[in-house]
């Protein structure tokens, strides 16, 4: 049987200032299809390969985060002009060996996970909260 019932969905207007060389990448959503928050991602990269901690740490130091798994898919569908080939760390432990966390693969956009201790790339995006 086909239903006909539908279901708003209601997408607050926002103006998100840009700093330069900030790029916006969109909004994140939940599993429901609701907006979250927005992503941007930020213009500084670090000068060397790091290791997890050390990539958080340097996260921090320019003013933002690493992206979680979902916003590094949302990078690679929006930014990738701005992404540099190879893999970056998540913010993201593995679920099943915290000795290990995620990565995106900017050149082919697949994830996978790495020792810590590894040493990757990383970007550093702000999280845009909705206006409540």
């Known amino acids: 049987m086909t239903t006909t019932e539908t279901t708003p969905l209601q997408i ?3 103006t998100i200032e840009l700093h330069p060389g900030e790029r916006y990448a969109g909004p994140v959503l939940d599993a429901e299809g609701r907006v979250k928050h927005h ?3 930020l213009p500084h990269r670090p000068e060397s390969r790091l290791n997890w901690d050390a990539a958080k740490a340097w996260a921090t130091s320019v003013g933002g985060e690493l ?4 916003e590094q898919a949302l990078l690679f569908a929006n930014c990738e002009p701005h992404l540099q080939p190879g893999w970056h760390w998540s913010c993201q432990e593995d679920e099943e060996d915290a000795s290990y966390a995620w ?5 082919l956009g697949f994830q996978g996970n790495n020792h ?3 040493e990757g790339s990383a970007v550093a995006v702000r999280l845009i ?3 409540s």
């Open 39 to 41: 992503l941007v991602l």
């Open 103 to 107: 990565s995106c693969h900017f050149d």
């Open 12 to 14: 607050p207007a926002i």
């Open 129 to 131: 909260p909705l206006s």
């Open 67 to 70: 992206p979680d798994r979902q």
């Open 116 to 118: 810590k201790s590894f």
